[in-house]
């Protein structure tokens, strides 16, 4: 997927997702728990209708926070149906349970609900566009932190890789059978696919 045919998309979901500014046009800074004590971080499980997820990363719009995932969570469908243009989903505003928070999240935004709504077609961006926002209850703010274990950062996206470069991953699962709750890994990218 390109950067330039998700960037609307996201921007749409935001936009729909959350309001982004307070009374006055005064923006606020979550509140964020310290690395050591939170709960909520990039890798926590997350669980939509039954089915299991990683979290990516912490997004804040200033006002509300949100853990991403994969778009396929919310997925009606089997494992196998990866077009998003295509595969059924679970509507914004389905809970999400979140480990290590008190409340269950909800889904605020789909690329694959979005990509449908937008009439997508185009066969990459269908394909590899695989991504949502979970809005997390106020009180949890205070038990997230968006530094990712054991790597820190991020600091910045990447805009592409080429074969060879370094890569980072984490997972995690409770389907692990006794491995590390949350296992990272590094690696060397075999390139972009998928147009991007």
Not at 1 to 19: E, I, K, Q
Not at 57 to 66: E, L, W
Not at 84 to 108: D, Q
């Amino acid at each position: 997927m390109r950067a330039t045919r998700f960037a609307p998309l996201l921007a749409v979901g935001l936009a729909a997702a959350a309001s982004l500014s307070l009374p006055g046009g005064a923006t606020a800074a979550p509140q964020f728990a310290d690395a050591d004590s939170a709960t909520v971080t990039p890798g926590v499980q997350t669980y939509t209708n039954g089915g299991q997820c990683t979290a990516n990363f912490v997004f804040t719009d200033g006002t509300r926070t949100f853990l991403g995932q994969s778009a396929h969570c919310a997925g009606l469908g089997e494992a196998t149906d990866t077009d998003g243009c295509l595969a059924g989903s679970l509507p914004l505003g389905t809970e999400v349970e979140v480990l290590g928070a008190s409340k269950p999240g909800r889904l605020a935004y789909s690329s694959w609900l979005a990509m449908q709504a937008a009439g997508e077609t185009d066969a990459d961006t269908c394909a590899y566009n695989d991504f949502a926002l979970v809005e997390l209850a106020p009180e949890d703010v205070a038990r997230t932190n968006p530094s990712v274990p054991v790597f820190g950062g991020p600091v910045a996206v990447a805009p592409s890789t080429a074969a060879g470069d370094q890569v980072y991953s984490y997972g995690n699962s409770s389907l692990r059978a006794g491995l590390a709750a949350l296992s990272p890994k590094a690696g060397l990218s075999l390139g972009d696919s998928g147009g991007g």
